[in-house]
């Protein structure tokens, strides 16, 4: 039996059952999630020369690698991996006869899938996928927007955090990042109005807070 695990063939084997495994989670995970496809690396592939291919600009390497949750793309690539090319979750839900002020909300501001502290996919007690509506749905994206710094994002690389760690608070307001915050949050046609409140101290942090009205004219603070 060891002679056999040691042959070619059984690693062979091994390696294919093992990519087979891979491929059958990712499209699991894709069937539920699709903003992304699947891409099957190669003997010789890197992060940068796939973003140059699928992307059109080896810059966005480090984005990619960090889009697969990898930190160093100078690690060697999964079997595997997530391509993106979509910003549509295709939760759909729909209006009825006689709406309700709530329905009315959702139906302006749309809903999404609950994720959970992990960022993974939340199901709800029936065993579906549980979804956030609404203005909730509405401020966990900007949520989202905060946690992600400026540049992950492939299809809109204008958008995310775009105060660097470390930086002082002095600095964040002389280089204009408030207003940049500013800027996103009110370019969203979902959003009434967006409003820079005051700073806070919070420990060792200080945390910039702002107010965002959505159309259905809820209102909310967030500290970044």
Not at 12 to 27: D, G, M, R, S, V
Not at 97 to 113: M, S
Not at 158 to 186: A, M, T, V
Request: glycine share 6%; hydrophobic share 40%; with cysteine.
């Amino acid at each position: 039996m060891s002679l056999w695990i040691d042959n070619d063939v059984y690693r062979y084997a091994f390696t294919a059952k093992e990519i087979l495994t891979e491929t059958k989670a990712a499209i699991n995970y894709a069937s539920v999630d699709n903003e992304f496809g699947i891409y099957y690396t190669s003997p010789g592939d890197t992060w940068e020369s796939i973003a140059k291919e699928k992307l059109g600009d080896l810059k966005l390497g480090q984005a990619l690698a960090r889009y697969n949750n990898v930190q160093d793309s100078s690690k060697s690539l999964k079997r595997s991996i997530r391509i993106p090319f979509a910003t549509n979750t295709n939760v759909f839900t729909t209006l009825p006869e006689d709406p309700n002020p709530k329905d009315l909300e959702i139906a302006l501001l749309g809903c999404d899938i609950r994720l959970n502290s992990n960022r993974g996919i939340e199901v709800s007690p029936t065993g579906d996928l549980a979804l956030v509506e609404g203005d909730e749905a509405l401020i966990n994206e900007k949520l989202d927007l905060i946690d992600i710094p400026k540049g992950s994002l492939f299809q809109e690389l204008n958008l995310g955090n775009p105060i660097p760690l470390g930086i002082h608070s002095d600095e964040i307001i002389q280089k204009k990042y408030i207003q940049e915050f500013l800027n996103q949050f009110r370019s969203d046609p979902r959003i009434r109005s967006a409003s820079f409140l005051n700073v806070i101290q919070d420990g060792d942090n200080l945390l910039f807070q702002f107010r965002i009205e959505s159309i259905s004219g809820g209102s909310v603070v967030l500290s970044v």
